[in-house]
Each structure stands twice: as structure tokens, then as C-alpha cells.
């Protein structure tokens, strides 16, 4: 069975759009793309280095958006760039209802979750998604996803697509390392546990009535 592992840039307020450029992703007319590059130190970069070309080989698990911005830019970068080099010869497997044509070599079209359930059953290489955060909340709810290669970056963008959107099934994590590069960046490595978070109540023996008043407006007001 293989593993399936996000790899993800965020911003302090959880913003994973277009970290890496202007024109990356204007989805929802997003126009401060490129606020992850002012972070960039050899920390940083070792640790998105470790697992996006010096590790293990992978093959890539991508939506389809995702998929256009890469196939735009990936077979055309640098052939002696160590991550072309990997994305170009990954297997590539798109998430996508649509009829759309997938024209990058080795890609392959998944039509649902149940696809990608019979794909990580399957042997062979562990699978990267990398960015795709639709999916990566998908997978996540329906408990595919082994681990997430997080980059926090302290900075807050305002707007823009999150890793965790509205709807995402809640759930816990373990962390496994964590470290601060020197731009202030939070470089971590989580596994998600499987388990719903604890719901415990705390209330004292007796309860004010300025307390039950305040409850019973949230209640009206929503």
C-alpha cells in the first residue's frame, strides 16, 4: 500500500494560494500571488528539498488546477533542476470529473475519491500531493492522508484558498519534527491521527445567570 503525503506552503493565516508567483493561481481574483519568496533561507529550502527531490522517489497526486499550473511550467524549466528532474518523471494522477486531456508524459486521469482509494491500495511509489488543497481536504476527511510536509510562513495574507476549506471533517494530528528557519519560518512534519478532536465542557457547579443569559443569546443570534 502506498503512503500519500501533502506537501504545503502557508501563509500565518493558513493561505496556500499562489505562494510562488503572481500569475500561479488568480483564482476568485487573488492578486497578491508571490508572498512566500520574501521567506526563502537555506532552512527552508533544505527542508522542501529533502522531500521534493532528495528523498525517496514519488509519483504525484494532483487536482486539476493544480495540474495546469504545473504543466505549464515544469517541462519547460531548467533540465538540471533537481525538481523538474522529479516532477518531470513522476507518474502524474489528476483528480478530474471532467473530460479534460492530460498531454504531460506519464499522467493519468482519477475520476473520484474511490480512484484514489484503489490507487494507494496499489504497490508502488509513495504518492506527493503538492499544493492541490481541494484535494488535499478531500483525502484528508475521508482519512487517505499519512503525512504533510508543512512550510508556515509569518506572514498574513487577508484572502485566498486555504489548506483546510469551510467543510473539511475535523480530526487531529500528531506532530513529528518541527523547526524555525531564519526568516521565521515553521518547517513541520505532521501525521494525521485518525481520531475527532476532544469535546469536554468545563462548567463550574453553578453557572451565573449573566452566563446563561449570554447562551441563550448566542443561541437567537446564531
Same mark, same amino acid.
Given at each position: ?59 504525484? $497526486? ?47 486521469? $482519477? ?112
Amino acid at each position: 500500500m502506498r503512503k500519500i503525503t501533502i506537501g504545503i506552503r502557508q501563509s500565518f493565516d493558513g493561505v496556500v494560494q499562489a505562494p510562488s508567483g503572481s500569475e500561479e493561481d488568480r483564482g476568485g481574483g487573488f492578486d497578491l500571488g508571490g508572498w512566500g519568496w520574501a521567506f526563502s533561507d537555506a532552512i527552508a529550502n533544505e527542508f522542501m528539498d529533502e522531500y521534493l527531490y532528495r528523498g525517496a522517489p514519488y509519483d504525484l $497526486l494532483l487536482g486539476r488546477k493544480t495540474y495546469e499550473i504545473f504543466v505549464g511550467y515544469w517541462p519547460f524549466a531548467p533540465k538540471d533542476n533537481p525538481i523538474a528532474i522529479r516532477f518531470n518523471a513522476a507518474t502524474k494522477y489528476v483528480l478530474s470529473r471532467g473530460d479534460d486531456k492530460f498531454d504531460w508524459k506519464t499522467t493519468h486521469k $482519477l475520476s473520484g475519491i474511490d480512484a484514489v482509494k484503489k490507487l494507494k491500495a496499489t504497490d508502488g511509489p509513495d504518492l506527493l500531493i503538492q499544493g492541490s488543497s481541494t484535494l488535499s481536504s478531500q483525502l484528508f476527511s475521508v482519512g487517505l492522508i499519512d503525512g504533510m510536509h508543512i512550510v508556515t510562513y509569518p506572514v498574513v495574507i487577508g484572502k485566498g484558498k486555504r489548506l483546510f476549506a469551510e467543510g473539511t471533517l475535523p480530526g487531529t494530528m500528531k506532530l513529528v519534527s518541527s523547526v524555525v528557519s531564519e526568516s521565521g519560518a515553521v518547517l513541520s512534519i505532521y501525521e494525521p491521527t485518525g481520531q475527532k478532536p476532544t469535546l469536554s465542557s468545563r462548567d463550574p457547579e453553578k453557572i451565573s445567570d449573566a452566563e446563561i443569559k449570554r447562551r441563550e443569546r448566542v443561541k437567537r443570534e446564531g
